[in-house]
């Protein structure tokens, strides 16, 4: 994986470079199991604004390795299903349901976001964390989870902001998987779910859960250069420690500077 400043043309091959890179080592090395800013206590707040309860279907659009899926049918008692375009995360999040004990309430199913596998107006609530600024067609991806929900149901999102245009230097498709390269502004983002019928009713800052992502990942690249050089730890020769600071750094610059931010918002679908 570069970062190169070219996108590949073909939409599919931006979906695989994603759900692969969410699915390596490396990831989960530098974000845990949670690939969100805010990280599950943010999902938890997703899950009382959307006002989550028991008996409930929830959709979990983008489900990564499982764990807010987990997390909220812990907590809320709602019955879950994750779709993820990665094989293998959808693999480890079904084993990850079963150890936590909620097999019964979470399922995982590999599916594209832009082409849900599941029939319409099957599901009470939708949510998608960091994931919609990933998705190359944004406006289908907004009219499929319009077409899942049943009237009156809810969409939450979490999602990395911008002001302005990308610097030159954080764009690219590694950065694109970094939710940074396509990152819309908040208006952007209401658009596209208004367009596909939704009038969105919550929209909150939460920019301090984006800087203190950063920060760690920074802290975390750093550390993981000294043992690498000291030989205790062992991380596939395909990091470019350099460029990836480089990149931490710049991105954390663009954040203090309000380039970047991270929002929650919902919004509603009328009821019949
Ligand atoms: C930043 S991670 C967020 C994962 C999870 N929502 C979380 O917060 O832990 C983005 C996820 O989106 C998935 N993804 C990207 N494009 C997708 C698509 N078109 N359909 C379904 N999942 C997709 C990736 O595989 C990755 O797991």
Redesign the pocket.
């Known amino acids: 994986m570069n970062s190169s400043h070219e996108l590949p043309s073909d939409p599919i091959e931006v979906?695989m470079c994603?759900?692969t890179v969410?699915q390596s080592d490396i990831a989960r090395f530098l974000l845990g199991d949670?690939?969100?800013p805010g990280g599950l206590q943010l999902t938890e707040h997703l899950g009382t604004v959307l006002h989550l309860a028991q008996g409930q279907r929830v959709l979990?659009?983008?489900?990564?390795?499982g764990?807010?899926a987990i997390a909220l049918a812990q907590r809320f008692g709602c019955q879950i299903q994750g779709?993820?375009?990665?094989t293998q995360?959808v693999q480890e999040a079904t084993e990850a349901a079963a150890e936590a004990g909620v097999a019964h309430l979470v399922t995982f199913l590999q599916?594209?976001?832009?082409c849900l596998p599941v029939a319409n107006e099957t599901f009470d609530t939708v949510i998608?964390?960091?994931?919609f600024c990933?998705?190359p067609d944004k406006s289908t991806a907004a009219s499929e989870m319009w077409r899942v929900l049943k009237p009156g149901g809810r969409v939450g999102l979490s999602d990395l902001t911008r002001l302005g245009d990308v610097p030159e230097e954080l764009r690219g498709l590694l950065l694109w998987i970094a939710?940074i390269a396509d990152a819309q502004p908040v208006d952007d983002y209401a658009r596209y779910l208004t367009q596909a019928g939704f009038v969105v009713d919550l929209i909150e800052a939460h920019d301090e859960a984006l800087y203190e992502m950063a920060q760690q990942i920074r802290g975390k690249l750093l550390g993981a250069e000294l043992l690498v050089r000291l030989k205790k730890l062992d991380l596939p020769a395909s990091l470019d420690f350099t460029q990836a600071k480089s990149l931490a750094k710049a991105a954390i610059a663009a954040i203090q500077m309000n380039q970047f931010g991270y929002v929650v918002m919902r919004a509603h679908k009328a009821p019949a």
């Not at 779709?83 to 990665?86: D, F, L, N």
């Not at 599916?111 to 832009?114: H, T």
């Not at 998608?128 to 994931?131: I, K, M, W």
Request: charge should be negative; glycine fraction near 10%; include cysteine.
């Open positions: 979906k994603c759900s969410y949670s690939f969100h979990d659009i983008a489900s990564g390795r764990k807010s779709i993820e375009y990665g995360a599916g594209d976001a832009e998608c964390e960091c994931a990933t998705f939710c």
